[in-house]
């Protein structure tokens, strides 16, 4: 989902951090130790006046604990600034390196201590040195956020396009991630790339193969400094990349926008400002699916296993996104050409959910009529059909669709048998055909009489439907709640929706139509209780 949808793992800048955090600690748990030196120990405890006086006796100022750590190490890492001005005085090595790669430079940056970082620099400090999988100390001052730092680097030589090794991300993508929006400015000015590319990445498949776990979709990476704010729901960075002239439109492999990025991360608030930016709502994805539809997804997404509800902390709510959006001419019509990938069981997508499905019928299939009138007042067609002619109305009443219900925002739960009767009653005010039907031959009421919705098949014979419509299997809709040649979920047998089955009997003979004599469900139909 990708986190949602394809965000290429975490930036560099997290995955790197720990190291740096690991080296640190490891430092400290060293100084402890019985192999510390006195000179080292003295530049811990920050005694100014005993460094001098270790400096005088000609103390080794470039003595190595086994870890790699040095007096210059922990003068950066303490803040010492006066401290490594005496020590690089007195000959200290500015490259020194530990174990890890960490320079005293690197520290000084991760803290963003620019007077420090800049007497290191003078006397000699590589500006371009890496930790890890390839994070230049140009990364670590974007993490940081400290323009001073990144400026001090850049006028030393720093490679300011230079990409880590892991993910192929620059120091843009650092400062972008972090929301630090004046390093992305400096950045920028300083000859940063745009618009640069992080890696296309490859992974194999990786799906469990026990029942009820989840299939996970990997990202293919290929990203923007752009889509990693969005992503990140990083706004004042998406400001000022867009304002240094960073192509909103921009997709990744899949199709997908920074745009949507935001939307399916839950970062309703970022997504406004790009819209007004100038980012174009209708860019659809490998899948056929807009921003919009992403939104209406947003709405009423299904919680599983492993995926919770996401935190939504923005001020505009999944409602007011989708306004945004309609307000800023998102085509309320766009249609997907397959299923979105899916979030549990399966990784191609809802097949109810297929190739024709527009944004009202996302929301119909959970009962969302409050985003499902928002659509409709914007515009939605409710007479447009999947592929196989399945009507918006045939996908209101057979439910399957998750609602989140105020004060469970962590928890989605079933759309219910009123939530569907709400959404249908919206499409039969805009004039659906409700006796349309699908290449199975199937109606609203078949869906219904399925489903053991009795509410919705007494609303539906309300309103004139037919209700001896036969589908392709020749069953009518009393045949369907009566379990007759179906199956259930797995091949179990079908489920006998009796109330339903007498409900429709009833009104069968109402209207004159002939009806079966009462008989016990074929041989393989289990009858149960209507649910």
Do not use: C
């Not at 009138?373 to 996908?395: E, F, R, S, W, Y």
């Not at 869906?447 to 919705?456: P, W």
């Amino acid at each position: 989902m990708r986190a949602a949808r394809g965000a290429p793992g975490r930036t560099v800048s997290r995955a790197i951090l720990p190291a740096l955090i690991g080296a640190v600690a490891v430092v400290a748990s060293v100084g402890a130790a019985a192999n510390s030196t006195p000179l080292i120990d003295a530049v811990r405890g920050g005694s100014v006046e005993q460094v001098r006086a270790l400096l005088e006796q000609r103390a080794d100022v470039n003595a190595v604990l086994p870890d790699g750590t040095t007096a210059l190490h922990w003068a950066a890492h303490s803040d010492h600034d006066e401290v490594a001005r005496l020590l690089i005085a007195a000959g200290a090595d500015a490259n020194v390196a530990n174990r890890y790669g960490v320079t005293p430079l690197t520290l000084a940056a991760t803290s963003g201590n620019a007077a420090l970082a800049t007497v290191l620099l003078e006397a000699g400090a590589d500006p371009n040195a890496t930790v890890g999988e390839g994070e230049t100390i140009l990364m670590t001052a974007a993490r940081t956020g400290s323009v001073a730092i990144i400026e001090a680097l850049v006028a030393r030589g720093a490679e300011v396009n230079k990409a880590e090794e892991w993910q192929g991300q620059t120091a843009l993508v650092f400062a972008a991630a972090q929301n630090h929006a004046d390093a992305v400015k400096a950045l920028v000015e300083l000859g940063a790339d745009v618009d640069a590319r992080s890696k296309r990445l490859e992974f194999p498949d990786f799906v469990f193969q026990t029942a009820g776990m989840i299939y996970a979709v990997q990202p293919v990476g290929d990203w923007t400094p752009l889509m990693y704010a969005a992503r990140d729901g990083a706004i004042d960075a998406v400001r000022a990349l867009a304002d240094s002239g960073a192509d909103l439109n921009l997709v990744d492999p899949d199709g997908t926008t920074a745009l949507t990025l935001a939307i399916l991360n839950g970062h309703f608030d970022t997504a406004v400002e790009l819209l007004e930016m100038g980012a174009d709502p209708n860019v659809a994805d490998r899948n056929g699916m807009t921003s919009l539809y992403a939104a209406v997804d947003m709405h009423t997404i299904q919680t599983v296993w492993g995926r919770p509800m996401p935190l939504l902390e923005d001020e505009t709510d999944p409602v007011e996104m989708v306004q945004a959006l309609l307000a800023h001419a998102a085509d309320p019509d766009a249609q997907l050409r397959r299923p979105i990938i899916g979030r549990h069981t399966r990784n191609t997508g809802d097949p109810a959910l297929s190739e024709g499905t527009t944004a009202l019928a996302r929301a119909a299939k959970s009962g969302d009529a409050a985003l499902m009138k928002v659509l409709l007042d914007g515009g939605a067609n409710p007479h447009l059909t999947q592929v196989d002619l399945t009507t918006v109305a045939m996908i209101a009443v057979g439910g399957g669709g998750q609602r989140v219900y105020p004060g469970s925002a962590s928890v989605s739960t079933p759309a219910t048998e009123e939530d569907s009767l709400a959404a249908l009653a919206l499409v039969v005010e805009a004039g659906v055909d409700l006796d349309a039907f699908n290449v199975n031959g199937d109606t609203a009421i078949h869906r219904a009489a399925a489903r053991g919705a009795d509410s919705i098949v007494s609303y539906l014979a309300e309103r004139g439907v037919r209700l001896d419509t036969l589908d392709r299997r020749g069953r009518t809709p009393l045949d369907v709640a009566l379990g007759v040649g179906g199956s259930g979920r797995g091949g179990a047998s079908a489920q006998v929706r009796q109330s339903t089955a007498d409900l429709l009997r009833e009104l069968m003979q109402a209207r004159g139509l002939p009806v079966p004599a009462a008989a016990p469900p074929l041989a393989g139909v289990a009858a149960s209780a209507q649910p």
